[in-house]
DNA sequence: AATCCGGGGGA
DNA sequence: TCCCCAGGATT
């Protein structure tokens, strides 16, 4: 058997039962690519489920707003896909029609939509013959390969494409590209992987000049930004002060609190006395608790939290545009961070 | 080409 | 801790 068989075949045994397989639907496809990029399966899958549930058809997803998108994203991380799909679904209704696109050239022009996806939402969708290459692909085809060239750089990714595009069974380009991904997925697994059950154990490179914990090559250049938030409690007439994060940072167009960042850790009492917390609260302020900073790690960001309650304050001064009251009810309804609807939930723990 | 954009889980 | 996950957009 040649690769394309072996992987097929190692499938049709051990493939998992993910909802999104059974359909071709192209908008269900997608659904479920853009919510499983860089994404565990385990882990968005029950965010497919609300999304197919809610919004059926593309239809129904372009007729919701972009704060109930997000909302129903809350918690999965990387929020532009959300964004960009609200945008996505628009278009598709406006210029085809209602009709989501099934080929790899109207797909890729898309928002949210790169190479990887454009393969697999026309691959499994009307079987164009498009190799997928994501992180699984990756993985397994320089392994077995032995190929050190670097996966993420420019030159990598167009070997690796090319090479798994020689390798697709142009017949079943959807079943091919499933089984690819599947079984770097739970047979070639990044650590530690099953080498001895392996149907392709006797080929594989990797294993025979014993550099499967050293394949794929990737570069790492990650640095980490250290961030200190000061986020401000502010209530009045059971209502609470909440911003709305705008455009060139993280949490766009996603709901925090009033925030006074600084470059380094900060005491509340100094804080407060700061020329712009005192133009947005004035200068009686009280400050009422002080919670433990909490650390929130992000992909390029660690963020170091600290939720600071105060009384006394005044709203003369509100100048930031961005800041409104909301009572428990509206703030459900709010698209937030994990970092704040954690936050809350201790909160109203507390005064309850 | 390099950097940014979340959050979770395994080792 | 570090690495990786059904990547893509922006600079």
Redesign the pocket.
């Known amino acids: 058997m040649n690769f394309a068989e072996e992987i097929i075949e190692w499938y049709q045994r051990n493939k998992r039962d ?1 909802p ?2 059974k359909t071709e639907d192209p908008y269900i496809i997608w659904l ?2 853009i919510i ?8 968005g899958t029950p965010y497919f489920n609300r999304f197919a549930e809610k919004y059926p058809t593309v239809e129904l997803f372009a007729s919701a707003s972009e704060d109930e998108i997000l909302k129903l994203w809350q ?6 896909r959300g964004r ?1 799909m609200h945008q996505t679904a628009q278009l598709v209704m406006e210029e085809h029609a209602g009709y989501f696109p099934k080929n790899y050239d109207s797909l890729i022009k898309l ?8 393969a697999a939402i026309s691959s499994f969708s009307s079987n164009e013959a498009r190799a997928v290459v ?3 692909v ?2 397994l085809l320089s392994r077995y390969f032995g190929i050190d060239t670097p996966i993420n ?3 990598g990714k167009k070997l690796f494409t090319d090479l798994a595009n020689e390798l697709l069974d142009k017949s079943q380009a959807g079943k091919f590209n ?1 089984a690819i ?2 079984f770097g ?1 739970l047979q070639c697994k ?3 992987p099953d080498c001895l059950s392996c149907p392709l154990q006797a080929a594989c490179e990797a294993r025979k000049t014993n550099r499967i914990n050293e394949l794929p090559v ?4 990650l ?1 980490i ?1 250290e961030r200190y938030f000061n986020y401000i409690i502010a209530q009045k007439d059971g209502q609470i002060l909440i911003n709305k994060r705008g455009a060139g ?3 766009e167009n996603m709901f925090d609190l009033p925030l006074f960042e600084t470059e380094f850790p900060s005491h509340a009492h100094d804080l407060i006395r700061s020329e712009k917390f005192i133009s947005c609260f004035g200068e009686k302020v009280k400050i009422r608790s002080v919670s433990a900073p909490v650390k ?6 660690k963020l170091h939290a600290s939720f600071i309650e105060i009384e006394s304050f005044s709203d003369r001064f509100l100048s930031e545009r961005s800041w409104f009251y909301v009572g428990q009810d509206e703030l459900e309804k709010l698209a937030q ?3 704040i609807f954690h936050f809350f939930e201790n909160f109203h723990k507390l005064n309850t």
């Open positions: 993910l999104w397989r479920s690519e499983m990029q860089q994404t565990r399966v385990e882990q918690g999965l991380g990387y929020y532009s960009n928002k949210g939509i790169g190479e990887y996806t454009a994501d992180g699984n990756f993985r750089t420019g030159k499933q991904m599947e997925s990044p650590k530690n990737k570069i790492k250049s640095k930004r940072d993280i949490w929130h790690i992000l992909s390029h960001q961070p994990k970092l």
